[in-house]
């Protein structure tokens, strides 16, 4: 009888597929194109991989809305990152 052990390894490349595809539906590219992230923070800090998604869109696309994610429930998640700082001068 073989028994099959993962790694955290795997679980992380596991996680790191997971937000490829997010990426690539979203936003028609692979995360690893964007700038350098902490990804194995984020996933040691209990981070989904749309957790992350969010995280890279906040960072790198402010005011932007993706609404194709799909939540644990398999619902549709729309979230709209705000774009205003202390700077802006509406506010």
């Known amino acids: ?7 955290e390894k795997d679980y ?10 997010i990426c690539q539906t979203e936003l028609g590219f692979s995360y690893q194109d964007l ?8 996933f040691n ?7 992350a998604f969010y995280k890279l869109a906040e960072h790198c696309y402010l005011g932007v809305e993706f609404e194709n994610i799909q939540t644990p429930n398999n619902s549709i998640s729309t979230r709209e990152f705000d774009t205003f700082s ?3 001068p509406g506010l």
């Open 1 to 7: 009888m073989t028994t099959l052990v993962l790694t």
């Open 12 to 21: 992380v490349e596991a996680w790191l597929r997971e937000l490829e595809d």
């Open 35 to 42: 700038e350098e992230q902490p990804y194995k923070d984020w």
């Open 45 to 51: 800090d209990g981070f989904t991989a749309e957790d």
């Open 86 to 88: 202390d700077s802006d």
